[in-house]
């Protein structure tokens, strides 16, 4: 589903600096994967490669046999906005909007979705946000955000979702839940989960632990 071909991504300010180097790999449909590594080491980038926020200097990047990279910007927006769902270690949530209406805002970059509102209310109960349709942002505690952030992402119904750091900004409690709130929706929605982390409770959650380090992604070993 999800197939990177020798990507290379440097960046040049001055000096030329290699980020990642070489990375090939798959996800498979339905799969769960987690990539940890140090900090710096370039997770963050490989994440928003795999979702069409930067583009390699090198290699290809394929979503169902399409390469990325060479999509034209407006076709490429739209995949981001139908295909992929992202969450963040901060939940960017509109303060100004209700729970329901921050869900929804991106059923509206394009077809509007007649069944949109009944799929978000349907996930906010699934997630145990029935009771908060209609609160600000402020009125919930920093689990809930998180939680709405992650039935935002889903609305479209993605084959792929997309997380970095999602528990960072999380206690431990509200780690843990959220940790098995994704694991249960990456196997209820059958969606294919790729996650960065330096939490290794939450990536051994996962079907898959991948290491990257010095610009290289091997399979980590066990501890």
Do not use: C, W
Not at 144 to 154: F, S
């Amino acid at each position: 589903m999800l197939s990177l071909e020798a990507v290379y991504k440097s960046y040049h300010s001055g000096v030329p600096r290699e980020i990642l180097h070489n990375i090939s790999f798959q996800v498979n449909p339905g799969e769960s994967v987690a990539i940890v590594g140090p900090s710096g080491s370039g997770k963050s980038t490989l994440l928003n490669l795999m979702g069409g926020l930067d583009r390699p200097t090198m290699g290809r990047i394929l979503l169902d046999g399409r390469d990325l990279a060479s999509l034209p910007d407006e076709e490429l927006a739209r995949v981001r906005n139908r295909e992929i769902g992202f969450i963040f270690q901060l939940h960017h949530l509109l303060p100004q909007l209700s729970v329901l209406e921050n869900v929804l805002l991106p059923t509206l970059a394009f077809q509007a979705d007649e069944n949109a509102i009944a799929r978000a209310e349907s996930l906010l109960n699934k997630v145990g946000l029935g009771a908060h349709l209609h609160q600000r942002p402020a009125q919930l505690s920093g689990g809930e955000q998180q939680r709405t952030a992650v039935v935002r992402a889903l609305i479209n119904q993605p084959k792929l979702l997309l997380a970095d750091e999602p528990t960072g900004s999380l206690d431990a409690e509200n780690a843990e839940n959220l940790g098995n709130l994704l694991v249960e929706l990456n196997r209820s929605e059958k969606v294919t989960l790729v996650l960065v982390t330096h939490a290794l409770h939450l990536a051994e959650k996962m079907d898959r632990v991948l290491e990257l380090r010095n610009g290289l992604l091997n399979r980590r070993k066990p501890a």
